[in-house]
T-cell receptor, first 110, second 113 residues
Framework: RKEVEQDPGPFNVPEGATVAFNCTYSNSASQSFFWYRQDCRKEPKLLMSVYSSGNEDGRFTAQLNRASQYISLLIRDSKLSDSATYLCVALNTGFQKLVFGTGTRLLVSP | EPEVTQTPSHQVTQMGQEVILRCVPISNHLYFYWYRQILGQKVEFLVSFYNNEISEKSEIFDDQFSVERPDGSNFTLKIRSTKLEDSAMYFC???????????FGPGTRLTVL
């Protein structure tokens, strides 16, 4: 079983739509979680950290459910510039390594 | 805004040759990492480095790989004898502390012929 699993998509949405991505993780020792965004052939860029209490940054809201080992990202009012691959990432404390999902591709169209 | 830099952006080499990929992490960061991404696949951890030594490495990071911090600013990844399957994007990352967010450089695309 993959340590971090995501639906690869693509998710095709019109501008202005709300879209949600889900991710599950299998290692209960995972302590910290992040969403990164990756544009084609570019480096992963940190979008936001994910906290158990849920956190919001502008149009982006992230949630963590430790009991279900489930992480979500909600994007409201999608922009064309949101088109990218969204990477769900777990950090295993003590090991310092980030474990990446395969990513979910989002395509926002006019 | 401080950022991680990497050179070269693209490296082409013949199979069996040695390559050195270079990175300059964010200046006050203490933890340094190398990841790789084969085209079309997910990002994979290679190695983490702290206090001038390797703190964790993956199964991919075999004896052909080594890392070094030769001075106060550079962090390098050496592949001693490249194989075709080493072709990938190699990303350097750094973090202030081990449980913090990691920030990635733009990557070096390595092509082994």
């Amino acid at each position: 079983r993959k340590e971090v699993e995501q639906d690869p998509g693509p998710f095709n949405v019109p501008e202005g739509a709300t879209v949600a991505f889900n991710c599950t993780y299998s290692n209960s020792a995972s302590q910290s979680f992040f969403w990164y965004r990756q544009d084609c052939r570019k480096e992963p860029k940190l979008l936001m950290s994910v906290y158990s209490s849920g956190n919001e940054d502008g149009r982006f809201t992230a949630q963590l459910n430790r009991a279900s080992q489930y992480i979500s990202l909600l994007i409201r009012d999608s922009k064309l510039s949101d088109s990218a691959t969204y990477l769900c990432v777990a950090l295993n404390t003590g090991f310092q390594k980030l474990v990446f999902g395969t990513g979910t591709r989002l395509l926002v169209s006019p | 805004e401080p950022e991680v830099t990497q050179t070269p952006s693209h490296q082409v080499t013949q199979m069996g040759q040695e390559v050195i990929l270079r990175c300059v992490p964010i200046s006050n960061h203490l933890y340094f990492y190398w990841y790789r991404q084969i085209l079309g696949q997910k990002v994979e951890f290679l190695v983490s480095f702290y206090n001038n030594e390797i703190s964790e490495k993956s199964e991919i990071f075999d004896d052909q790989f080594s890392v070094e911090r030769p001075d106060g600013s550079n962090f390098t990844l050496k592949i001693r004898s490249t194989k075709l399957e080493d072709s990938a994007m190699y990303f350097c990352a750094s973090s202030l502390v081990s449980y913090n967010e990691q920030f990635f450089g733009p990557g070096t695309r390595l092509t082994v012929l």
